[in-house]
């Protein structure tokens, strides 16, 4: 059975102060790895995909990576604004992206 | 400002009681989704439809039944809730393989 496991749960952050998060996957043949942020009280907003071991992407602050078995979302130099809840999903077949349960960043200013 | 809109935004509903939620989008996506999501357990699939009159069941379907009649609208009907459909509950969109466009959800309580 596909799973994605998000660590750590929470992370709180000074602002400046560089970190990742991290998102473990098992899934049989990966089609695509997806990360989110979602804001208290809105709908998840789509981020980055990728697609094979090795692939980046890069958005302002945030750098995703992929390997074969997990991801990780740097954050560089956080600001207050980016504190908000990241999830990461995975999609092996349509009609069927997981999602994990999420870290929740919160960058103190 | 194109995108997904759900209604209502929020609701109290007895145990018994049936609901509909509303889901339209204004992208024109063949695929359209309704997730739970609850505290420690992430978003959850419920229903899902790839096209214009078709649906599928998703990990968590049952107590519920989803219509497509056309592109746009995706509702979502509880036909006799219980509380542990308590929830917030997103609707989403997608073409194809890309990243999913959600909405701002619709928080159900069930007493």
């Known amino acids: 059975e596909d799973q994605v496991t998000q660590s750590p749960e929470a992370l709180r952050l000074q602002e400046g102060e560089s970190s990742s998060l991290n998102c473990s996957y098992t899934?049989?043949?990966?089609?695509?790895l997806f990360w989110y942020r979602q804001d208290p009280g809105k709908g998840p907003e789509f981020l980055f995909t990728?697609?094979?071991a090795g692939e980046e992407k890069e958005k302002e602050r945030l750098k995703a990576t992929l390997t074969k078995k997990e991801s990780f979302l740097h954050i560089t130099a956080p600001k207050p604004e980016d504190s908000a809840t990241y999830l990461c999903?995975?999609?092996?077949?349509?009609?069927?992206?997981?999602f994990g349960a999420g870290t929740r960043l919160t960058v103190k200013p | 400002t194109a995108g997904i809109t759900q209604a209502p935004t929020s609701q109290i509903l007895a145990a018994g009681r049936s609901m509909t939620l509303r889901c339209t989008q204004d992208?024109?996506?063949?695929?359209m989704y309704w997730y739970r999501q609850d505290l420690g357990l992430g978003l959850r699939l419920i229903h899902y439809?790839?096209?214009?009159?078709?649906?599928g069941k998703g990990e968590v379907p049952d107590g519920y039944s989803v219509s497509r009649a056309n592109t746009d609208d995706f509702p979502l009907t509880l036909a006799s809730a219980v509380p542990s459909q308590t929830s917030v509950y997103f609707c989403?969109?997608?073409?194809?393989?890309?990243?999913?466009?959600f909405g701002s959800g619709t928080r159900l309580t069930v007493v």
């Open positions: 989403a969109s997608s073409d194809r393989f890309g990243g999913y466009t």
């Open positions: 899934v049989s043949g990966l089609r695509g």
């Open positions: 990728l697609y094979s």
């Open positions: 999903a995975v999609q092996a077949r349509m009609n069927d992206m997981r």
């Open positions: 992208m024109r996506h063949n695929a």
């Open positions: 439809s790839n096209t214009a009159g078709t649906t």
